[in-house]
């Protein structure tokens, strides 16, 4: 694991501006910089990096956060993938936690897996470039495959020599080591103990991590030899798993995301050759069938997936009983298939840009309404098919986890396959009692919620009013935490009577000290989760050192959070009408004396707080005992006093 150390070293030396740069053309706009949203197809920039601030807001998709969230967002790193990206940017020395002789020696092996891979890699691509066998054969086939020279770089396509020992000659003499060699496949052992070069006279497709690692390769023979595999892959290691990657999802991650839909194809060529014209949300799984691993790849990136399938009618029936795992997922499927004899490397092709657009969007068809109408085509008056087809259906319908989407494809089939939704309701129960049979948790029913409606919206209104005051006294926090102000307080002091009175004192304090001493007289805790992890990071922060820039906050916080404290702070430059609704709360207005608007939505709190108090307190009275009651009631009449005065100095009244 990477230290705190470095962790910290990162968050120190890391410019927002700087990172973000490298990906969006940024414009200085005041203080700030904006550009065009990387997430979305805007015509007018609002996507806005405060470098004083050290966040970042996209407004047209509503992310946010510090330079680590956007290269979570943008580039899909897990979080250790943007640490060791930034400091490999920043030039920051990784230092690892103390791992035991078997960690280490584990993580070195892996490490040395990578090391070795990419050394081919280049190797690869520099024999398909600079030998004549590779100019010859090997570009020869690329070209012929319509690849630009653009395309090959892109995708690092290369060339392994129709030699025993070529490549293996090269790494042992460049250092690298056999054992790491042969564990990647890249060189393999004979009968007689001989090494030899396990991709020879093939073509080198590299096969990428999220992150852009190289984890494997894949190779196609270019002669017509009946004893070997025409297509040829590292066989499984420390890092290479056939079964979790997707060939392409390097290259295709951002254009995925932004599209919202992943095209899923079966092979290399097909991948390249939608990419190259132009369609870059696309992913191939490399021949295998789709796996669980692979499904949630996509699945960080978009819940749609459009499978496309050649024109081959005799093996598409096949090919989609691969689909129910992406449908047990929960994700969205739909399917197209290209004409008779086509496939998407041959039908990309010979298609201009704009008609295979078209193709793709008028031709994706639902996947259950396609396979029911695939399968009551192949059905046609034979019964017992029929009703075979129809099992097959509802056991399809049953791995959807969204019971309304479940009721809309009932309904649907019903109509496809001529059958009532009675009997398909009742199958689909079977199916639903026959996997809790067998352990699974399938969600059957919808439950029936039995609701006390008053207290219940009541409850719901409180605590909407609450977020919205938490919402504004953290924000208040991170904008002016450091600032130093005049608080006018009127506390309450009882009379000779026993009446409680209002007595005005000033007091200079920053304003930190002001909410910090408010909350505390009155033990309120914020009741919303990451208002509190925000509150408490930035108390202890302030309590450690008084001078604490609250600007550094948002790289100090998990990458959830800093999104949120983007939003907090970039609500300003957005220029609209804030959606927060302010029901039943007067604040003044944040361009007013600070100071006011903090004692503000402090006695707003106080409000909301009495307000509770006096309803669950009144509850309790049907059930308590005469002495309890007057004791309550006493309780009762002192809130509705503190309530009174609350009321009046926030210029509200109060209905009984």
């Avoid at 392994?160 to 042992?172: G, H, N």
């Avoid at 020879?200 to 096969?207: D, L």
């Avoid at 006695?603 to 509770?612: F, G, K, S, T």
């Amino acid at each position: 694991m990477i230290t705190k150390n470095t962790i910290d070293k990162v968050y120190d030396q890391m410019r927002v501006e700087e990172v973000i740069g490298d990906f969006v053309q940024l414009k200085r706009a005041g203080s700030n910089y904006k550009g065009l949203s990387p997430f979305t197809n805007e015509r007018t920039a609002s996507f806005m990096v405060s470098p004083v601030k050290q966040i970042w807001k996209d407004f047209s998709s509503g992310k946010g956060g510090n330079a680590i969230a956007f290269l979570m967002e943008h580039e899909h790193f897990t979080y250790p993938e943007a640490i060791r990206y930034l400091a490999k940017k920043y030039q920051i020395e990784i230092e690892e936690t103390q791992q035991s002789s078997d960690e280490k020696e584990k993580a070195d092996e892996r490490e040395s897996l990578y090391i070795v891979s990419e050394y081919a890699e280049k190797y690869f691509q520099e024999v398909l470039r600079n030998t004549e066998a590779g100019k010859a054969i090997a570009m020869t086939y690329f070209k012929e495959r319509g690849f630009t020279e653009e395309t090959i770089k892109k995708f690092r396509l290369g060339y392994c020599l129709d030699q025993w020992t070529a490549f293996m000659d090269s790494a042992l003499a460049n250092g690298y080591q056999l054992e790491f060699l042969d564990k990647t496949g890249l060189t393999k052992v004979n009968d007689r103990g001989n090494h030899y070069d396990g991709f020879k006279g093939r073509v080198i497709f590299p096969i990428h991590s999220m992150s852009g690692r190289v984890l494997g390769f894949g190779g196609r023979i270019l002669t017509n030899d009946k004893h070997q595999a025409k297509y040829l892959n590292s066989p499984e290691s420390d890092i290479y798993h056939k079964s979790k990657v997707l060939y392409g999802i390097f290259f295709a991650k951002q254009a995925i995301a932004k599209a919202d839909n992943c095209y899923l194809v079966e092979g290399y060529t097909d991948v390249i050759q939608m990419h190259q014209k132009g369609i870059e949300n696309v992913v191939a799984s490399s021949g295998t069938a789709l796996t669980q691993d692979q499904i949630r790849l996509i699945h960080r990136l978009t819940p749609n997936i459009t499978v496309l399938y050649d024109g081959d009618a005799a093996g598409l029936r096949a090919s989609i009983r691969g689909v129910d795992l992406i449908l047990e997922q929960g994700m969205n499927v739909k399917v197209c298939t290209f004409p008779e004899g086509e496939d998407p490397d041959s039908f990309t092709r010979k298609t201009a840009y704009e008609d295979l657009v078209a193709y793709l969007q008028h031709n994706a068809t639902d996947f259950i309404r396609f396979k029911a109408s695939l399968l009551m085509k192949e059905a046609q008056n034979d019964p017992i098919k029929k009703a075979d087809t129809i099992r097959d259906m509802v056991a399809s319908i049953s791995k959807i986890p969204d019971l309304i989407k479940r009721e809309v494809y009932v309904r649907e089939c019903a109509t496809i396959m001529d059958i009532s939704e009675q009997v398909l309701f009742a199958t689909l129960d079977q199916w639903a009692k026959k996997d809790l049979y067998e352990g699974q948790k399938v969600e059957r029913k919808q439950p029936v919620m039995q609701v006390s409606v008053t207290p219940e919206v009541a409850q719901k209104q409180r605590v909407d009013r609450l977020e919205v005051l938490e919402h504004d006294l953290i924000k208040n926090l991170l904008l002016y935490g450091n600032r130093e102000c005049l608080f006018t307080d009127t506390l309450l002091v009882e009379d000779e009577a026993g009446k409680l009175q209002e007595k005005q004192v000033q007091q200079t304090l920053k304003v930190y000290e002001k909410i910090f001493l408010e909350l505390q007289e009155d033990e309120i805790a914020f009741a919303n989760p990451d208002f509190r992890q925000i509150y408490d990071l930035l108390m202890g922060k302030l309590a450690e050192n008084p001078d604490y820039d609250v600007n550094r906050v948002a790289n100090e916080l998990p990458v959830e959070l800093s999104t949120k404290v983007s939003d907090l702070l970039m609500e300003d430059e957005n220029r609209q009408l804030s959606d927060w609704m302010r029901r039943d709360i007067v604040a003044k207005d944040k361009d007013a004396h600070i100071e006011a608007a903090i004692s503000d939505i402090i006695l707003n709190i106080r409000a909301l707080l009495v307000r509770h108090l006096i309803h669950s307190t009144t509850e309790e009275l049907p059930n308590a005992s005469e002495e309890e009651k007057r004791g309550l009631l006493e309780n009762i009449m002192n809130y509705i006093q503190l309530q009174k005065i609350l009321a009046k100095r926030l210029n509200i009244v109060v209905n009984y």
